[in-house]
């Protein structure tokens, strides 16, 4: 497994290095064996009572993503809080990652959806001075990617949505071959919107 570890407005000493390389390395061996490469963060958060906080990012296979932050006053605690939350994900989804692995490996290049991923810019905050003509119609594209979409039963997309962290993903559904999304809702729950009539 390739590992970076980095340091924002902190400096990393090889001695926390050696400590993410070796608790990865364990995870990596006791859950899973197949993790490419693994990244983490250290940055300061706070003001006044600096605390650090640590992001973990483990690519477990092709577009799957293991994601856990955790912060605390000691880097090392901040890690050991994250990497816990890793250990945890790959724990609850040890069988499913095993079986969606050896799926994804047979899985014919025409079964995934190519797609463009837009990042549009936070519209901005309007007061009663604004002028109505400086007021665009149209988002701000700030950001564009290429994104697979990937064919997938509800069960794996919500395991994927919980270990990548993100907000919401979109699949094709394997039961009838149409575009499905599932979404973290505000209560904690997992949405799943399925449209119907999908040609």
Do not use: C
């Not at 090392?76 to 939350?85: C, I, L, P």
């Not at 692995?101 to 001075?129: C, F, G, M, N, W």
Request: proline share 4%; aromatic share 6%.
């Amino acid at each position: 497994m390739e590992l970076n570890v980095h340091g924002k407005q902190i400096d990393v000493g090889d001695s926390l290095r050696t400590h993410v390389e070796d608790k990865l390395e364990d995870l990596n061996q006791k859950y899973f064996n197949h993790a490419t490469f693994a990244t983490v963060t250290f940055s300061r958060e706070g003001h006044g009572h600096p605390r650090t906080k640590a992001h973990v990012s483990i690519q477990l296979g092709k577009n799957i993503m293991v994601v856990a932050d955790a912060t605390d006053a000691d880097p090392y605690a901040s890690f050991e809080a994250a990497a816990t939350k890793v250990g945890k994900q790959l724990r609850r989804y040890k069988k499913k990652l095993r079986d969606h692995h050896e799926r994804l490996e047979q899985t014919p290049e025409s079964e995934i959806v190519k797609a463009r991923d837009y990042v549009l810019a936070a519209v901005p905050e309007q007061d009663d001075e604004t002028p109505e003509a400086s007021i665009s119609d149209e988002p701000i594209v700030v950001a564009e990617m290429s994104k697979d979409i990937e064919t997938m039963s509800v069960s794996e997309a919500v395991m994927r949505l919980d270990l990548s962290g993100e907000p919401a993903l979109m699949f094709r559904n394997g039961s009838h071959g149409g575009l499905s999304m599932v979404y973290k809702r505000s209560d904690g729950n997992v949405g799943w919107v399925d449209p119907e009539n999908q040609d």
